[in-house]
Nanobody
């Protein structure tokens, strides 16, 4: 089993920054990739960013490109999402997810961390 625990969420003013962390425990070997997703009230969960096991491949949703950066520290079993120039529309619960079977198919999910951006 794999456990994912997110942290770093909070309340920030528009234009501000936050860094989310996702601690991975349990079966850390054979990880194929990690992702961040978010879900705003009344909306479906959406992909935000993804990173391969090596960190050599990264992808972003168009709405966050240039503002968010995903990274990982395999020695610390942690994945990060650095968010800058935050906008009120970034307000959502942010979830960390892990892929162990098929790339870009996420098998495990964290409980989420709330990010609120005030205008």
């Amino acid at each position: 089993q794999v456990q994912l625990v997110e942290s770093g969420g909070g309340l920030v003013q528009a234009g501000g920054s936050l860094r989310l962390s996702c601690a991975i425990s349990g079966r850390t070997l054979s990880n194929r990739g990690m992702g961040w997703f978010r879900q705003a009230p009344g909306k479906e969960r959406e992909f935000v960013a993804g990173i391969s096991w090596s960190g050599g491949s990264r992808s972003y949703a168009d709405v966050v490109k240039g503002r968010f950066t995903i990274s990982r520290d395999n020695a610390e079993n942690t994945v990060y999402l650095q968010m800058t120039n935050l906008k009120p529309e970034d307000t959502a619960v942010y979830y960390c997810a892990a892929s162990y079977t098929t790339p870009s198919v996420y098998d495990y999910w964290g409980q989420g961390t709330q990010v609120t951006v005030s205008s």
